[in-house]
């Protein structure tokens, strides 16, 4: 037993080398991917994370949702977790915001029944574009005014 997993273990890494910057692979019915090693897709959602607090991040997937006209917005938040659903254009978009650390949060997104790698990489892109206006508003933390 420990040999075959073993074998499997040898050949899914040399496929990892092999494949480059974009790989998938299916494991029991279930996709499982890399993107530029940014993003990671499995089951439909396009995860990746961001180097800001959970508190910044879910502001932007907000902003984010309300600036692509979503419908429908319903907000399940938890205290290191958190869920958005809506619509936009006729599909359904699931966003999941959850706490790594104080500085990190990992947001997966599925637009679809299946998910659309596409439009969840758009969103994504939205998001750290609002991310990014929201840093530049900021103080700095190191910066104490003195």
């Known amino acids: ?10 050949i899914f890494i040399s496929i990892l080398l092999i494949a480059g910057c974009d790989t998938a692979l299916v494991v029991g019915g279930r ?17 990746m994370e961001y180097n800001l607090p959970f508190e910044e991040v879910w502001k932007a997937c ?9 419908s429908g917005m319903e907000k399940n938040r938890k ?9 936009i254009e006729d599909e359904k978009v699931v966003i999941s915001i959850e706490y790594v650390s104080k500085e990190a949060t990992t947001v997966s997104i599925r637009v679809g029944i299946g998910g659309n790698n596409l439009a969840s990489q758009l969103i994504h892109e939205k ?12 103080p700095s933390p190191t910066n104490t005014g003195q």
């Open 1 to 10: 037993m420990y040999k075959s997993v073993q074998k499997i273990a040898m």
């Open 31 to 47: 996709t499982v991917g890399i993107s530029s090693g940014q993003f990671i897709y499995t089951e439909g959602f396009l995860a």
């Open 62 to 70: 907000e902003k984010t949702l309300a600036e692509m006209k979503a």
């Open 79 to 87: 205290i290191a977790t958190g869920e958005i659903t809506a619509t």
């Open 127 to 138: 998001i750290g574009r609002n991310l990014w206006k929201l840093k530049k508003r900021l």
